[in-house]
C-alpha cells in the first residue's frame, strides 16, 4: 500500500470512526416534524447557560400524594413479565438511588393531569460523558421523558439535555447545578386525549428547574423514544409515572404529586 493509500485509508476510517461517536448528536436521524432540526441533532443550538437562585425544596402542600418521603419505595414498584416486583434501588439518608441494571420503577398509582415536584442529583462523581452522564428520566404515563441528565458543562446534543422533551424539544435554559448538588423540577403535565383510538389533544409539559422555566406548555409530538420521531399510540386514560434507569446512579429525594382537574370540577 502507498502512502497516499495509507493516508487515504486512515482519513476514511477516522471518518467511520467519528460518524460512529454521537457525543454531540446525530447528523443521520428522521427531521422533527414542522421543524428544521433532525432528533438529537449535533447543529441545534444549546441552551444557554444560567446560574440558579436559592435552592428549590418545596414541601408538599395538604392536597399532594406523597410518592417518596425519604424512607421507603412502597409507591413504587418494578414490573418483570408485567408483575409488579419490589424496587431493588437503595434508599439511604432520605433519598433513593438507581441502581443500574436493576429496571426502571414507576408509580403503583396511575395518573393523569398532574403537578409533580421531585428532587434529584447527578452523581457527585463524574462517569461517562455526553447522554452516559447521570441520566435518568421523568417518564409521564411511562412513555413521555422529561430528561434528567448532568448537563453541567457536559457537552451533549440540545434535545437531550436536562429539562429537555426528550428529542423534540431543548429546555430554554441551562440551570443545572453541579455534580452531587441538588436540583428540583417541578412540572405541570397534561396528558393526552385519544377518543376512538385516534389522538384528539396532544400531551403538554411546563417545566420548571430549580424555580426556572424550561419548558412553557409546550406540545409532545408523541412518545420520546432515541434517535427516531415519537408518536402517538392510544393508552389508558391514566398510566403509572415511571422514573427510567439509565444506568446512572442518579438520586431522588422529596417526591409528590397533585391530581390537577379542571375550573368546572374544583
Ligand atoms: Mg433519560
Given at each position: 500500500m502507498?502512502?497516499?493509500?495509507?493516508l487515504a485509508f486512515l482519513i476514511c476510517a477516522g471518518a467511520a470512526f467519528a460518524q460512529a461517536d454521537h457525543t454531540l448528536g446525530y447528523d443521520n436521524t428522521p427531521l422533527i416534524p414542522n421543524s428544521k432540526w433532525r432528533v438529537?441533532?449535533?447543529s441545534r443550538p444549546r441552551p444557554r447557560v444560567i446560574t440558579p437562585g436559592a435552592p428549590v425544596s418545596t414541601p408538599a402542600p395538604s392536597d399532594a400524594i406523597i410518592l417518596f418521603d425519604g424512607k421507603d419505595l412502597s409507591k413504587w414498584m418494578t414490573p418483570v413479565k408485567g408483575q409488579p416486583t419490589e424496587p431493588k434501588w437503595k434508599v439511604e439518608n432520605g433519598y433513593f438511588e438507581v441502581v443500574p441494571r436493576s429496571g426502571s420503577i414507576q408509580t403503583r398509582d396511575k395518573f393523569q393531569d398532574v403537578q409533580l415536584h421531585v428532587e434529584w442529583a447527578a452523581p457527585a462523581k463524574i462517569e461517562g460523558k455526553s447522554q452516559d452522564r447521570g441520566n435518568s428520566g421523568i417518564m409521564f404515563m411511562t412513555r413521555?421523558?422529561?430528561q434528567v441528565l448532568d448537563s453541567f458543562e457536559n457537552p451533549t446534543y440540545a434535545d437531550g439535555q436536562a429539562g429537555s422533551l426528550y428529542g423534540q424539544w431543548p429546555p430554554l435554559v441551562n440551570v443545572m447545578r453541579k455534580?452531587?448538588?441538588?436540583?428540583?423540577?417541578?412540572?405541570?403535565f397534561e396528558a393526552p386525549r385519544f377518543k376512538d383510538g385516534q389522538l384528539v389533544k396532544s400531551a403538554y409539559a411546563t417545566v420548571f428547574h430549580n424555580g426556572v422555566v424550561l419548558q412553557n406548555r409546550q406540545e409532545y409530538l408523541g412518545d420520546t423514544p432515541h434517535a427516531k420521531n415519537g408518536k402517538y399510540v392510544d393508552h389508558g386514560a391514566e398510566e403509572p409515572l415511571m422514573l427510567q434507569n439509565h444506568n446512572s446512579s442518579v438520586r431522588y429525594r422529596n417526591i409528590w404529586i397533585r391530581k390537577l382537574r379542571g375550573y368546572d370540577e374544583p
Open positions: 502507498s502512502f497516499r493509500n495509507i438529537h441533532d449535533s413521555y421523558e422529561v455534580p452531587g448538588e441538588w436540583n428540583a423540577y417541578d412540572i405541570v
